[in-house]
């Protein structure tokens, strides 16, 4: 059983940047791929950027060059680093961490970008 809890939401200017955190309890966490997505009010959710196990990463077209995703094994922890935010990045930010048949959700934060 895997636990996530994010951190680092609110409220931003556009131009701004924010770094999102979410912390994983339980063991084997860098065994985990994990993600972050987003969803908007009135829309589904979407795939924001991914890291494996391994460490390769990929994003959303709508954030490359602007987003980056890390994690740190030896604080069970990954991070979403946002820069250059737009108001259409205004969402709710989801971790998410898989393994196997295995899949976990965290709460959510939310993000506001407005000015």
């Known amino acids: 059983q895997v636990q996530l809890v994010e951190s680092g939401g609110g409220l931003v200017q556009p131009g701004g940047s924010l770094r999102l955190s979410c912390a994983a309890s339980?063991?084997?966490?860098?065994?985990?791929?994990m993600a972050w997505y987003r969803q908007a009010s009135g829309k589904q959710r979407e795939l924001v950027a991914r890291v494996t196990a391994g460490g390769s990463t990929n994003y959303a077209d709508s954030v490359k060059g602007r987003f980056t995703i890390s994690r740190d094994n030896a604080k069970n922890t990954v991070y979403l680093q946002m820069d250059s935010l737009k108001p259409e990045d205004t969402a709710v930010y989801y971790c998410?961490?898989?393994?196997?048949?295995?899949?976990?959700w965290g709460q959510g934060t939310q993000v506001t970008v407005s000015s």
């Open positions: 998410h961490a898989r393994r196997i048949l295995s899949s976990y």
């Open positions: 339980g063991s084997i966490f860098s065994q985990y791929a």
